[in-house]
């Protein structure tokens, strides 16, 4: 968990730093600029900004402890979803099987 290093406003130094963004990530603005949590707690342990998308493995989007954040290959991720080609095609023959099984 972040916190803040100075008070501002309603927020004490010490209080958690960042909003629930209506996304459900926490969101912190450094220096005017807003960033993810997630991706902020990975640079901070690994010293690298991710290459590629961080996974919360439990899928809570707020959960952004180190154990719950895992870096997702967007190649691996590309391969598991199906193109829209192949999700039309594949339904396509769906129809074309009922068609023929019962005679629509």
Request: aromatic fraction near 8%; glycine fraction near 2%; charged fraction near 30%.
């Given at each position: 968990m972040f916190t803040r290093r100075v008070g501002s406003g309603h927020a004490r130094a010490g209080d958690m730093?960042?909003?629930v963004h209506s996304t459900g990530y926490v969101r912190i603005s450094i220096d005017g600029g807003k960033y993810?949590?997630?991706?902020?707690?990975?640079?901070y342990v690994h010293g690298l900004w991710p290459s590629d998308q961080i996974e919360h493995i439990?899928?809570?989007?707020?959960?952004?402890?180190?154990v719950n954040l895992k870096e997702r290959r967007a190649t691996r991720q590309?391969?598991?979803?199906?193109?829209?080609?192949?999700?039309?095609?594949?339904?396509?023959?769906?129809?074309?099987?009922?068609k023929q099984r019962f005679g629509w």
């Open positions: 730093a960042g909003t993810t949590a997630h991706h902020l707690a990975w640079l439990n899928r809570k989007r707020s959960d952004n402890r180190l590309r391969a598991a979803q199906k193109t829209r080609a192949e999700k039309d095609a594949y339904f396509a023959s769906l129809v074309a099987e009922r």
